[in-house]
């Protein structure tokens, strides 16, 4: 005589909730972008008591007796007339791009962190999530332009802390809003809700 079959239960899986790791990788890439678009040492270089270095912005401690501050574009403008080999003129614009799209990511960071703690989930043209990877992916581009581009020969400046801030930033907002992207995610409507009805039958 055959045992009777037994069924197993098998639990199911249980589901981590990584929402507020998302929203704190989301909260700190948005504060090392910010820091990083009004950073003045993303290439620096020590100058006795003073630091020169750009970014996005202008420079610092860039002027003709090393002090003093002024706008990417007139530093070059200057230096052109000492150094024309190693000027760029993309240089200055691809700082201003950098800035812009520096500030936009945090923005779409922290408004997909407010929502995620929230537990919203709005109908909107485009999710913040998506808007931040967008903005990091092009800030990838005309941030790694911006510095490679920087004027003087090899030695002049080199990278430092608001290169590093942005690289950080950038890996920490990914990682974010991919975790959070389908958290604030527009619950997709059943289309066969009701379409068993018995009544209409």
């Known amino acids: 005589m055959e045992a009777p079959v037994t069924e197993l239960y098998i639990p199911p899986p249980v589901k981590k909730d990584t929402r507020m ?10 504060a090392l972008l910010l820091f990083a678009a009004f950073s ?3 290439l620096a270089r020590p100058l006795g008591d003073h630091v020169f270095g750009f970014g996005p912005m202008g420079c ?31 240089f200055a614009p691809m700082g201003w791009a950098t800035f ?5 990511a945090a923005l779409g960071l922290v408004a997909t962190a407010f929502l995620a703690f929230t537990k919203k989930r709005p109908e909107l043209p485009m999710s913040p999530a998506s808007l931040a990877l967008l903005m990091i992916m092009i800030g990838l581009i005309t941030g790694c332009v911006f510095v490679a581009t920087k004027p003087g020969p090899v030695g002049l400046v080199g990278v430092a802390m608001g290169f590093w801030s942005f690289g950080v930033g950038c890996v920490l ?8 992207a389908k958290e604030i ?3 997709d409507p059943d289309l066969l809700e009701g379409a068993m009805n018995p009544e209409q039958y």
């Open 21 to 30: 790791l998302g929203i704190g990788l989301s909260l700190a890439a948005a």
């Open 40 to 42: 003045k040492t993303w």
């Open 60 to 90: 610092q401690n860039c002027g003709l007796d090393g002090t003093g501050n002024m706008s990417n574009s007139a530093f070059m403008e200057a230096y052109k007339a000492f150094d024309p080999e190693h000027t760029s003129g993309v």
């Open 100 to 104: 812009g799209v520096c500030l936009i």
């Open 173 to 180: 907002g990914i990682a974010g809003a991919q975790m959070l």
């Open 185 to 187: 995610r527009p619950v």
